[in-house]
């Protein structure tokens, strides 16, 4: 919920922190595979403190490519993230109020929780499975440290 949260934020006000920059990126480049600039132009025509330098660069950092690149293998789990900078759920609740419901303990869990309770939530299942995610993710940059693709 927190790159969906984060996603609404930027959409609503232009502006989003940079941690969620951050879980977005890796999210959007690292669980799903989609070539970094694909976000870095998204962000730049969402940002109302965009910068070519600061929004490229920080773009490549998340993909591991460019001249300050993270490790390949650094891949934020979004989960974790949202539980350890919302813990509470409080910025997910204000972007998402179709998790208003989900008690604090579920909150980065919002289908565990709802199947528990028998209910139905008007929010998507996630597209992509984390650790299957990361695996793949780290496999394509083996591959393409020997020259595949």
Known sequence: ?????????LNATGWMHNRLRMI???FLVKDLLIDWRAGE????????DGDLAANNGGWQWAASTGTDA??????FNPTTQGERFDPQGTFIR???????????????????WAEK???TLNYPLPIVDH????????????AAKRGES
């Open 1 to 9: 919920p927190i790159v969906d949260a984060a996603m609404r934020q």
């Open 24 to 26: 977005s990126a890796s």
């Open 41 to 48: 132009r998204y962000f730049m025509s969402q940002l109302l």
């Open 70 to 75: 993270a490790p390949s293998f650094r891949i």
């Open 94 to 112: 204000k972007w998402l109020p179709e998790l208003a419901d989900v008690p604090d303990n579920d909150i980065h869990y919002p289908h565990r």
């Open 117 to 119: 309770q028998r209910r």
């Open 131 to 142: 650790k299957q995610a990361r695996v793949e993710t780290l496999a394509a940059f083996e």
